[in-house]
C-alpha cells in the first residue's frame, strides 16, 4: 500500500460540465502521475508531476489539465466532460530505488 | 510510435504453469515491469527486469531478452486467484511508461 486515495470513487456527470478527481498521497512522493484505462487500449498517461507545480504532459492530454499545489494532492479537471472521456482514471507515484509506479483504486467516470 | 504485443486471453488449468508473453518495439528501454490487476482493481507490481535473464520471486518469475524485444512472465503452481489480467509496461523514459493492452488469465479447477 504506498499511501494513495482517489476522489471521487464513483461519478456520473453530463456532457459540459467540468469534473475534478483528486488524488491524494501521504507518503511525500515526488512523481505523480494520472492514467485512464479503457477496453482495447491499456493504460495511458495523462498528465504527471514531478514536483509542486511542475507538471508535464503525457500521451493523452487533450481536454484534460492538472494541478499541484502541494505535495500531496494532484487533481485532474476536466474542463468540459465529453462521453469519449468515460473511462476509469487511476493515480499513480513512483518509489523505490526501481522506480515503481504503484497505483491508487481508481475512479470511475461515466459522462452521459 | 510505442509498440507493445501481448495475448488477449489465455487458460490455465489449476496446479499448472503458464507463460504470458510480451513482445515490444519501443524508442528508448529503460525496464520493463509486469503488473497484475484484477477485475474492478488496480494494478498491483509483480515485477521488474532491466537485464537480461530471469527473476524470480516465489511462483512468478519475469524473463527479458531486450536483443530481442522480449519477455514472458511465468506463473507456477496455479491458484484460482490467479485469475487475473497481466499487463505488460516498458519504461522508455524517465517518465514514460507504455502499457500493453494486459493479457486476461483465467484458471479453470
Given at each position: 500500500?504506498?499511501?494513495?486515495?482517489?476522489?471521487?470513487r464513483h461519478k456520473?456527470t453530463e456532457?459540459?460540465?467540468p469534473?475534478t478527481?483528486?488524488?491524494h498521497?501521504?507518503?511525500?512522493?515526488?512523481?505523480?502521475?494520472?492514467?485512464r484505462?479503457?477496453p482495447?487500449?491499456?493504460?495511458?498517461?495523462?498528465?504527471?508531476?514531478?514536483?509542486?507545480?511542475?507538471?508535464d504532459?503525457?500521451?493523452?492530454s487533450d481536454g484534460?489539465?492538472?494541478?499541484?499545489?502541494k505535495t500531496?494532492?494532484?487533481?485532474l479537471?476536466?474542463?468540459s466532460a465529453?462521453?469519449?472521456q468515460?473511462s476509469?482514471y487511476?493515480c499513480a507515484?513512483?518509489e523505490?530505488?526501481?522506480?515503481?509506479?504503484?497505483?491508487g483504486?481508481?475512479?470511475?467516470l461515466l459522462v452521459? | 510510435?510505442?509498440?507493445i504485443d501481448?495475448?488477449?486471453e489465455?487458460?490455465a488449468t489449476e496446479?499448472?504453469?503458464?507463460?504470458?508473453?510480451?513482445?515490444?518495439?519501443?524508442?528508448?528501454?529503460?525496464g520493463?515491469f509486469?503488473?497484475?490487476?484484477h477485475?474492478g482493481e488496480a494494478?498491483?507490481f509483480l515485477?521488474?527486469?532491466?537485464?537480461?535473464g530471469?527473476e524470480?520471486?516465489?511462483?512468478?518469475?519475469?524473463?527479458?531478452?531486450?536483443s530481442k524485444?522480449?519477455?514472458?512472465?511465468?506463473l507456477k503452481?496455479?491458484?484460482?486467484?490467479?485469475s487475473?489480467?497481466y499487463?505488460c509496461?516498458?519504461e522508455?523514459?524517465a517518465n514514460?511508461?507504455f502499457?500493453?493492452?494486459g493479457?486476461?488469465?483465467?484458471i479453470?479447477p
Amino acid at each position: 500500500d504506498a499511501g494513495i486515495t482517489q476522489s471521487p470513487r464513483h461519478k456520473v456527470t453530463e456532457t459540459g460540465t467540468p469534473v475534478t478527481l483528486r488524488c491524494h498521497q501521504t507518503e511525500n512522493h515526488r512523481y505523480m502521475y494520472w492514467y485512464r484505462q479503457d477496453p482495447g487500449h491499456g493504460l495511458r498517461l495523462i498528465h504527471y508531476s514531478y514536483g509542486v507545480k511542475d507538471t508535464d504532459k503525457g500521451e493523452v492530454s487533450d481536454g484534460y489539465s492538472v494541478s499541484r499545489s502541494k505535495t500531496e494532492d494532484f487533481l485532474l479537471t476536466l474542463e468540459s466532460a465529453t462521453s469519449s472521456q468515460t473511462s476509469v482514471y487511476f493515480c499513480a507515484i513512483k518509489e523505490g530505488h526501481q522506480e515503481t509506479q504503484y497505483f491508487g483504486p481508481g475512479t470511475r467516470l461515466l459522462v452521459l | 510510435g510505442q509498440n507493445i504485443d501481448q495475448p488477449t486471453e489465455m487458460t490455465a488449468t489449476e496446479g499448472a504453469i503458464v507463460q504470458i508473453n510480451c513482445t515490444y518495439q519501443t524508442s528508448g528501454f529503460n525496464g520493463l515491469f509486469w503488473y497484475q490487476q484484477h477485475a474492478g482493481e488496480a494494478p498491483t507490481f509483480l515485477s521488474y527486469n532491466v537485464l537480461d535473464g530471469l527473476e524470480e520471486k516465489g511462483r512468478f518469475s519475469s524473463f527479458l531478452s531486450r536483443s530481442k524485444g522480449y519477455s514472458y512472465l511465468l506463473l507456477k503452481e496455479l491458484q484460482m486467484k490467479d485469475s487475473a489480467s497481466y499487463l505488460c509496461a516498458v519504461e522508455t523514459g524517465a517518465n514514460n511508461l507504455f502499457f500493453g493492452t494486459g493479457t486476461r488469465l483465467t484458471i479453470i479447477p
